[in-house]
């Protein structure tokens, strides 16, 4: 009885403090979500108006799934481009490893806002890519799609998002003992085979928690569309803030929150459904 | 054991890490169906050994000859040799089924063959109708028997074993150890087996490779290399041997005269030895006999001395005899039942007691 007591003392300070900032307001946002807002102001009362109104108008749906389109091409490519890094960090290179997580950190130490605006310079028609393409005479006029257009919006989000799926893949990887690289050598398994069959399933909780950090952050994400996604880059988080700040319509703005929370859930459950058929279909 | 001929030779192997050497000039045939230990504290290279064979390391120089043909060239899954891990190995993420199947199902085999295989290798290891767990359900001797399945399954020629029983705890190790060698007779496949722990090689093994940094020290039967260790290392590390220092007096046809601290000790004449020679004799515990009056039995070597110590151990007990200023020599009795009520309660801690061995349990060894 005194030990489960203590074990309560240790939890207090952080469950203290995301009731009141964290449950608090999004219980807070969630009432909001039912009420009606009319010209005279905010009514308190029970309607799901707001979650139907996101389907009224096509702008809703198509800004939501261009969102998770682009935030599944970020989490897709963030994971894609890492692998290979936390593999060789763990196998191949392993006396570099504490320099390059090093490094991998160093990134997140400038402000994620200086890097947007970073790479607003880099992808601008005088930005450096443009510059260095028409100084060899590639191109003539500067390419307009790298700035202001998904395609920035992603490789933004690719460069800030990547150490958040290097580590947990990273760290998956580094549970892997040498033995079972080696007994699945010696059962017969060529290099390909191991990894296919020994070393990617046992680092896919790396996989799947990367890619869910970067498809949830760049989902959600609205700094980065606003500063280099242009109009065709309009974001559902975008949206979000503008009814809270621009229409003061917060029951809106609420529902469209909480909607979006359901629907990222869903997909998630969904993507961690396939990698459990795809374990059980492996069966021999 | 079938027609000895030789499975296959390791030809002066050498590989070293840096500066480090971890195996020299090492040479060995070993014939089919054999088990073979390799003996040795850590770091004496036997497991780096091990791994050459299975092709996890490529030595600096030398060959493995399996059949006459080399197969350094060849990488670990291409070699007709299978593992066994100190530490199991099992694949976390497969059922018992699926781990032992591995093999099998990279082969492509048929599903029904596999099956049937995966079966036969279960009851094997005496695991029947564990197919579904998984690896964390099951303890070490479980895990270790499923290993062992998972790598006989595919039907080596050599099994290696690196030192399979070392994660286990005494009594499963003891089981497992008479079961390991039940199945080697069974199936007649050629064991190489790396061990520290001279009670397992001693146990097991037809032939023991005692080694010593790197080197071999003695390459016997376990019955010789305990009874005629050559060398003072192999009197130390394989059982437990009274070690003293003498210096050889006269040489006889079949026996040496040596003088250890003044006292005459007759020894059995095996090292190349000169008059003179400064050397080490040894002499197994049980070997040295406490002479009581009842047993009127006299031996090559006799002497006086005083009991120092009685120590017991359950199934026997340790006298330490003092039988010269510098000398305590160890006499190992086993406690036969009628006596085992006397054995320890007689105080016999500073009695004097006569001593005795034979000249033929007396090694000598130069060093």
Known sequence: MKKVKKHIILLTPLFTYFTFFFFAPMFVLFVYSFWLKTSTGLVPTFTLHNYLYIFSNKLYPITILRSIRIGFITAIICVIISYPVAYSLTFKYKKLQDVVLYLILISLFSSYLVRVYAWKTILGSNGIINQILRYIGLIEEPLTFLLFSPTAIIITLVFILTPFTILPIFSSLQNISADLIEAANDLGANKLKTFYRVTLPLSMPGVITGFIFSFTISTGDYVTPQLVGGTEGLMIGRIVQDQFGMTYNWPFGSALAYFMIFLLIVLINCFIWITAILKLKRKF | ?367
């Open chain 2, 1 to 367: 054991m079938s027609e000895n001929k030789t499975a296959f030779v390791l030809k002066d192997i050498c590989k070293n890490f840096g500066n480090v050497t971890a195996v020299k000039n090492f040479r060995l045939d070993v014939k089919d169906g054999e088990f073979i230990s390799l003996l040795g504290p850590s770091g004496c290279g036997k497991t780096t050994l091990l791994r050459i064979v299975a092709g996890f390391e490529i030595p600096d120089s030398g060959e493995v000859l399996l059949d006459g043909k080399s197969i350094l060239q060849l990488p670990p899954f291409k070699r007709p040799m299978n593992m066994v891990f100190q530490r199991y190995a099992l694949f976390p993420h497969m059922t018992v089924y699926e781990n032992i199947a591995f093999s099998q199902f990279l082969k492509k085999k048929p599903k029904e063959e596999t099956q049937e295989k995966v079966k036969k290798m279960l009851s094997l290891v005496q695991l029947e109708g564990f197919e579904q767990r998984k690896p964390d359900q099951l303890s070490g001797g479980q895990c270790q028997r499923i290993a062992l399945a998972r790598a006989l399954i595919n039907e080596p020629r050599v099994l290696l074993l690196d030192e399979p029983l070392g994660a286990l705890d005494l009594k499963i190790r003891k089981q497992m150890q008479i079961e390991l060698k039940n199945i080697q007779e069974k199936l007649k496949i050629t064991f190489i087996y790396v061990t520290h722990d001279q009670e397992e090689a001693l146990v097991m093994s037809d032939r023991i490779v005692l080694m010593k940094l790197g080197e071999i020290m003695q390459v016997d039967t376990p019955k010789r290399i305990y009874n005629h260790p050559n060398s003072r290392f192999a009197a130390t590390f394989i059982g437990e041997s009274n070690v003293l220092e003498g210096e050889v007096a006269q040489i006889h046809e079949d026996y040496l005269v040596t003088n250890v601290d003044g006292l005459q000790f007759f020894a059995q004449r095996t090292a190349e030895v000169k008059a003179g020679d400064k050397i080490f004799l040894a002499i197994r515990l049980e070997k040295v006999n406490r002479i009581d009056k009842k047993t009127k039995k006299s031996f090559d070597n006799q002497f006086q001395g005083k009991i120092e110590d009685v120590v017991f151990f359950g199934s026997s007990v340790k006298y330490y005899v003092r039988i010269s200023e510098n000398i305590i020599m160890i006499s190992e009795e086993t406690i036969v039942e009628e006596e085992s009520d006397q054995g320890v309660e007689e105080k016999n801690i500073g009695d004097t007691v006569a001593i005795g061995f034979a000249k033929k349990d007396v090694n000598v060894f130069l060093e």
